[in-house]
Every structure is written in C-alpha cells, then in structure tokens.
C-alpha cells in the first residue's frame, strides 16, 4: 500500500470553499469551475488532473481525468469522481447546481484560452467569467491551520539562512553556495520549487547573488534579477565569485507543505563598504517603519508610500526597488503557496488589510556597478498589528 500522503483537513476545505461560494452568490455565478494546479491544491487538498466544480450553494465535485485514486487518498472532499471526457462536464455541473446554469466562473488569469473554449463548448450557452479577483481575495487570508505551515516554512527559511552563513567563502561561486544550501534544504523537507502565478513568471529557489550581479536586471517582475546561468535562466545565482567586501544578497525562500516563507538577508565577507553599509541600515529602517505601521485597515497603497517616502528622506530614492527604467513600483506581496499572492504593497491596492493577511516587505536598494543591498521579512496581519513570521535578527550579517 503506497504512505499516507498528507491531505488538507475536510473542516479546512470546508471554510474555503464556504468562502468562495459566498463570493459567487453575491456576483450572481452559478458555479465555479477550479483548474489551476495551485488553486486546486488549495481548494481540495489536491493537485490531480482534473476541475473542481463549487456551486453557489451546495456540496462541490472533484472531477479528476487522470490519478483518481491517488486524488481520492489526498483530498478529504466528499464527491471525488471520474471525469472521462469534456462533454461529461455539464452533466456533472447540473447534477450539482441547483436551478438554470447561466453563469460559471474560471481563473481567466491564467487559464489559457483554448482551455477555456474547450470547457466552453462543453458548457453549451453558459456564459464563462473570471473569478480570479475572488479566488485571489479568498486565498489571501490565511487561516490559523496554514499560518502553522508558514511558521514551519519560516523555521527551514532560517536554517538555510544559517547553512548560507555557514558554508560562504571567499572564491566560492554564487552557484557553489547555492547549491549547498539547495541540498541541505531539500534533506529537510524543502517542496524544490518556487510557485508563481503572474504570466511568464517563474522563480527557480530564489536569489543569491552578489557584488555587480545583484545589480543586473533581468524580466522577472523582481527589484534583483542577478547574471543567471545564461539565456536559458537569466536570473539568480550564477558563476561569479565571491569576493570579500561586498555585498551578498541571500533572498531564497523556503517551501514547505506547499507554503512558502520569503525572506532576504544581506551577508559579507569582511566589512562593507561605507556607503553600502549606511544604504543597508537604511533598508533595515525603511522595513522597521513599514513593520510598525501594518495593522488592519491600513492599505496596501499607503504601506508602499511610506516606504517610497522613507527611501526618499533618506536619500535613497533614487536607489529603492531597482534603478532607472528597471525599478519596480512595490515594496511587498503577498504570500501563501505562491511567491505573488495577494494583496500587493504597491499603488492601486486599496482594499485595507484584513487579520490572516500575511505579506512580505522587502525594501532594497540597487546600485549600478556595485550591487544590491536589503532586507525582506514576512508578516501575518493580527488584530491589532503584526506577527512576524521571519525569524533571523534584522541586521547585516558579517563572517
């Protein structure tokens, strides 16, 4: 018989998909149709080819195409059956929605569309809409059982922090360093990838680059790119070595159980350059005061100024987030069993912060011709403030 894989509690699913199915029901969707990997493993407790089909009231169906016993093993949901082929969807969607089927929702996100005019024709005249927006707003706050994950995540973050800190050397390549702390991470239990959910986005671990590199841009939507592997994988920890005196940015979070702990230290080899060192004092200010202000109610939007206007006072605008043409406009994300979750700390995210939010704020700065600099802890929004996940001191560290 094979293990006893881990599965999401039935209570947990429950109060997600309850969560969901109030979000239909006020937008008038008949039903929701889940398909995304992530979004499934979220919503079932597994990741099994297939689509989960939530009404706006009622019990859900997990309709797997490929590994149903397997997703019957994982998932604590009621209804796991087989779907053999596309034109059985409606079927399986009227059984389980009560009244007409007039609107049923999709990750229009990311759902590419020729999968979306597949279910489509399988739907009839059903109009298809997107329920991204809800799904991302229900994921976004996380319950007590997943803050649980992330603080187990948050514990392996800081041992890796720790082998990193162990393991650099003077010479070593920023690939050497990454790959011990790679297998080290993984002996522990470390998930190996880094889920994102923006189009084209990926993250291969994270970061650790150092000297220039870390001020090498890059396409991912990140304040740090670093030199890569080359065009195959511009981005990240590449062949240059280290050299003592500068800065080493270590920003690879951990993934544990499918949550991810984000977090970025600055080390050295030696001392820091003066200028370098005021500019990551800075960083250590700029999260402090960003750190002090998170709380319920506050806005996304003006968590992102009050750091621009730190940055700013301190000399620091012109640096913060990136430089020139290749500086992003946030400060922090949100994060869950993906990197980029919401809600993000950037203009236009108005919705204030609710308890079980949790976001990672990570102010750097970048310096064309010398490197990158900063800092980033994770914060689970509370009642009246914040826990911080993330647990290494919030300081430069020097071996």
Same mark, same amino acid.
Request: with cysteine; aromatic share 6%.
């Given at each position: 018989?094979?293990?006893?894989?881990?599965?999401?509690?039935?209570?947990?699913?429950?109060?997600? @998909?309850?969560?969901?199915?109030?979000?239909?029901?006020?937008?008038?969707?008949?039903?929701?149709?889940? /398909?995304?990997?992530?979004?499934?493993?979220?919503?079932?407790?597994?990741?099994?080819?297939?689509?989960?089909?939530?009404?706006?009231?009622?019990? =859900?169906?997990?309709? !797997?195409?490929?590994?149903?016993?397997?997703?019957?093993?994982?998932?604590?949901?009621?209804?796991?059956? =087989?779907?053999?082929?596309? *034109?059985?969807?409606?079927?399986?969607?009227?059984?389980?929605?009560?009244?007409?089927?007039?609107?049923?929702?999709?990750?229009?996100?990311?759902?590419?569309?020729?999968?979306?005019?597949?279910? /489509?024709?399988?739907?009839?005249?059903?109009?298809?809409?997107?329920?991204?927006?809800?799904?991302?707003?229900?994921?976004?706050?996380?319950?007590?059982?997943?803050?649980?994950?992330?603080?187990?995540?948050?514990?392996?973050?800081?041992?890796?922090?720790?082998? %990193?800190?162990?393991?650099?050397?003077?010479?070593?390549?920023?690939?050497?360093?990454?790959?011990?702390?790679?297998?080290?991470?993984?002996?522990? %239990?470390?998930? #190996?990838?880094?889920?994102?959910?923006?189009?084209?986005?990926?993250?291969?671990?994270?970061?650790?680059?150092?000297?220039?590199?870390?001020?090498?841009?890059?396409?991912?939507?990140?304040?740090?790119?670093?030199? #890569?592997?080359?065009?195959?994988?511009?981005?990240?920890?590449?062949?240059?070595?280290?050299?003592?005196?500068?800065?080493? !940015?270590?920003?690879?979070?951990?993934?544990?159980?499918?949550?991810?702990?984000?977090?970025?230290?600055?080390?050295?080899?030696?001392?820091?350059?003066?200028?370098?060192? *005021?500019?990551?004092?800075?960083?250590?200010?700029?999260?402090?005061?960003?750190?002090? /202000?998170?709380?319920?109610?506050?806005?996304?939007?003006?968590?992102?100024?009050?750091?621009?206007?730190?940055?700013?006072?301190?000399?620091?605008?012109?640096?913060?987030?990136?430089?020139?043409?290749?500086?992003?406009?946030?400060? %922090?994300?949100?994060?869950?069993?993906?990197?980029?979750?919401?809600?993000?700390?950037?203009?236009?995210?108005?919705?204030?912060?609710?308890?079980?939010?949790?976001?990672? !704020?990570?102010?750097?700065?970048?310096?064309?011709?010398?490197?990158?600099?900063?800092?980033?802890?994770?914060?689970? !929004?509370?009642?009246?403030? /914040?826990?911080?996940?993330?647990?290494?001191?919030?300081?430069?560290?020097? @071996?």
């Amino acid at each position: 018989m094979p293990a006893e894989l881990p599965s999401t509690p039935r209570d947990e699913l429950q109060r997600r @998909i309850g969560a969901l199915q109030r979000r239909l029901a006020d937008d008038g969707v008949d039903a929701a149709l889940v /398909a995304q990997n992530v979004d499934l493993l979220y919503f079932t407790g597994s990741m099994q080819s297939g689509v989960l089909v939530v009404p706006a009231g009622g019990r =859900p169906v997990y309709a !797997v195409r490929r590994a149903l016993e397997r997703a019957r093993r994982e998932s604590a949901l009621e209804q796991i059956l =087989p779907l053999a082929r596309f *034109r059985d969807l409606a079927g399986l969607i009227r059984g389980v929605v009560s009244g007409p089927l007039r609107r049923v929702g999709m990750e229009l996100d990311v759902v590419p569309v020729l999968v979306r005019d597949r279910y /489509a024709a399988a739907l009839g005249d059903a109009e298809i809409v997107d329920i991204s927006t809800s799904i991302r707003r229900v994921r976004s706050v996380k319950s007590e059982y997943e803050l649980g994950k992330m603080r187990a995540a948050a514990r392996l973050a800081q041992a890796m922090l720790d082998v %990193g800190l162990a393991g650099l050397r003077e010479g070593m390549t920023e690939l050497d360093l990454s790959a011990r702390v790679e297998a080290a991470a993984r002996s522990q %239990g470390h998930q #190996g990838l880094m889920r994102m959910r923006g189009w084209n986005q990926e993250l291969y671990w994270g970061m650790l680059v150092s000297g220039e590199a870390g001020a090498v841009p890059g396409f991912p939507d990140l304040p740090l790119a670093g030199e #890569g592997l080359g065009a195959a994988l511009p981005y990240g920890p590449g062949r240059r070595r280290i050299v003592a005196g500068e800065p080493v !940015v270590f920003d690879i979070p951990a993934g544990l159980d499918g949550y991810v702990c984000d977090q970025t230290r600055t080390l050295v080899i030696g001392v820091l350059p003066e200028h370098l060192s *005021r500019a990551h004092a800075a960083t250590v200010e700029i999260l402090k005061a960003v750190e002090a /202000a998170i709380r319920p109610g506050v806005t996304p939007q003006a968590l992102y100024r009050l750091a621009l206007d730190r940055a700013r006072v301190l000399g620091y605008g012109e640096w913060f987030m990136g430089h020139g043409p290749h500086r992003v406009r946030y400060v %922090g994300h949100g994060v869950g069993l993906e990197v980029d979750e919401w809600p993000v700390l950037a203009d236009r995210f108005t919705d204030p912060l609710e308890p079980g939010q949790v976001i990672a !704020v990570e102010p750097k700065l970048v310096f064309p011709g010398e490197g990158a600099v900063g800092i980033e802890d994770e914060y689970a !929004v509370t009642a009246d403030g /914040a826990e911080r996940l993330t647990l290494p001191e919030q300081r430069l560290f020097s @071996i």
